[in-house]
């Protein structure tokens, strides 16, 4: 059974930093690119990030360029984001996900406030 | 960067048709957007409904298919069921960032 979940998630305040994980279990997971996507409360989807399977590529959305990164441990099966000062705006509930194949995680909750 | 449209709102009958769109502010969608559209009920996460403009996941039900029409992205829906009623996201794969549509509220009524 292909299972994606994520962890980390939890209230900061703004400026403060926080990592996210997902550990992939039922799927070769170093054959995929991963993706995170993020979903404000209330709103739609935002896409954040893809990686490419061994990491050598990554693009983001322009709003967390230069704050988020994210990485992967193949050897672990497990996707990460980084996230630095963190803004109001960035509180939502972050998926990771092989969007292509409908593999996704339930979800963590990033809250950034004061 | 883009802007992904779609309508806010659509209501189609039990067993009815209902069409779903999603266009570009940058031009016509085309196959080379890779156009993606996602199901996601209250308190889920989402579920990919289709990739690559028509292919379907092994999940979704037949009665959904996608194709591109008149310039855009289109989600079809033929004989909805109560089980329709969700929210419907496109995605376009744009030169660099991945951009969501803001999403349909489909009612089934």
């Known amino acids: 059974e292909v299972q994606l979940v994520e962890s980390g998630g939890g209230l900061v305040q703004p400026g403060e930093s926080l990592r996210l994980s997902c550990a992939a279990s039922?799927?070769?997971?170093?054959?995929?690119?991963m993706t995170w996507v993020r979903q404000a409360p209330g709103k739609g989807l935002e896409w954040v990030a893809n990686?490419?399977?061994?990491?050598?590529?990554?693009y983001y959305v322009d709003s967390v360029k230069g704050r988020f990164t994210t990485s992967r441990d193949n050897a672990k099966k497990s996707l990460y984001l980084q996230m630095n000062s963190l803004r109001a705006e960035d509180t939502a509930v972050y998926y990771c996900?092989?969007?292509?194949?409908?593999?996704w995680g339930q979800g963590t909750l990033v809250t950034v406030s004061s | 960067q883009a802007v992904v449209t779609q309508e806010p709102s659509l209501t189609v009958s039990p067993g009815g048709t209902v069409t779903l769109t999603c266009g570009s502010s940058?031009?016509?969608?085309?196959?080379?957007?890779?156009p993606y559209w996602f199901q996601q009920k209250p308190g889920q996460a989402p579920r990919t409904l289709i990739y690559?403009?028509?292919n379907k996941n092994s999940w979704t039900p037949a009665r959904f298919s996608g194709s591109l029409l008149g310039g855009k992205a289109a989600l079809t829906l033929s004989g909805a069921q109560p089980e329709d009623e969700a929210e419907y996201y496109c995605?376009?794969?744009?030169?660099?960032?991945?951009?969501f549509g803001g999403g349909t509220k489909l009612t089934v009524l």
């Open positions: 996900a092989v969007v292509r194949e409908d593999y």
């Open positions: 039922g799927f070769t997971f170093s054959s995929y690119w």
């Open positions: 990686i490419k399977q061994d990491g050598s590529e990554k």
């Open positions: 940058t031009g016509a969608v085309t196959s080379g957007h890779y």
């Open positions: 690559d403009t028509s």
């Open positions: 995605l376009l794969l744009c030169s660099g960032p991945w951009v």
